[in-house]
């Protein structure tokens, strides 16, 4: 079945630390984005990347970071310089960036104390 | 940048009654989409509409793409307990360039559907 996985679920991590979300997809969209939700608020861009090698910072990308090296992957790193990192985080992708139907994955939810 | 604001931000509802939602922006939007998110979960895309006037159905779920292109709605008949969750609207504006593919976000309608 082709879709779009996040893992792990739940992420618990101190204060200080990088920690990496991973997103992987099988549906062989060229487009791929990460969105940070806060409860009550809708989905915020940090990174989109429109192909391989290739990105773009979103609304919110200060303390985040990624990287594109294949097309199926594309992991979110939560760096240190993030002031408030605990958040539900959502990985979406799209055929290619004309295609504005984004599909999302299931999300991690991270918590930093 | 673009806003969208979504209303009303929450409901709550008798198991069959129909409900109506709507997402107004303060610019031209090319692409309205809608979602649903369970708790704990991703959006899943419900519908997606491109012309404006467009009205789209998907089974008990009818959007329509207002004709200002400013505005678009969702409506749900007759609902049932599994429609319980958060729809959020999502648009694509006329900014080209650097924001090519990128979709602004409604802050969500709450969804409660009492049997």
């Known amino acids: 079945d082709g879709g779009i996985t996040q893992s792990p679920k739940y992420l618990f991590r101190k204060e200080g630390q990088n920690v990496t979300l991973s997103c992987e997809q099988n549906?062989?969209?060229?487009?791929m984005y990460w969105y940070r939700q806060d409860p009550g608020q809708g989905l915020r861009l940090i990174y989109y990347?429109?192909?391989?090698?290739?990105?773009q910072k979103g609304d919110i990308a200060e303390g985040y970071s990624v990287s594109r090296e294949k097309k199926e992957s594309f992991p979110l790193t939560v760096t240190s310089a993030q002031k408030n990192p605990t958040a539900f985080y959502l990985c979406?992708?799209?055929?290619?960036?004309?295609?504005?139907?984004?599909?999302f994955g299931p999300g991690t939810r991270l918590t930093v104390t | 940048g673009q806003q969208l604001n979504q209303s009303p931000q929450s409901m709550f509802i008798q198991e069959g009654e129909d409900v109506s939602m709507n997402c107004t922006s303060s610019?031209?939007?090319?692409?309205w989409l809608w979602y649903k998110q369970d708790p704990g979960e991703g959006p899943v895309l419900l519908i997606a509409?491109?012309?404006?006037?467009e009205l789209t159905s998907n089974g008990r779920l009818t959007a329509q793409f207002g004709i200002t292109r400013k505005d678009s709605f969702l409506n749900i008949s007759a609902s049932i307990p599994s429609d319980v969750g958060i729809y959020f609207c999502?648009?694509?504006?006329?900014?080209?360039?650097?924001?090519?593919?990128?979709?602004?976000f409604g802050q969500g309608t709450i969804l409660t559907v009492h049997p």
């Open positions: 979406a992708s799209s055929i290619q960036r004309e295609v504005y139907e984004q599909y």
């Open positions: 549906l062989n969209h060229d487009a």
């Open positions: 990347s429109q192909i391989v090698n290739d990105f």
């Open positions: 610019s031209i939007f090319n692409t």
């Open positions: 509409l491109y012309k404006a006037g």
């Open positions: 999502a648009g694509r504006g006329n900014a080209g360039g650097t924001s090519y593919g990128k979709l602004t």
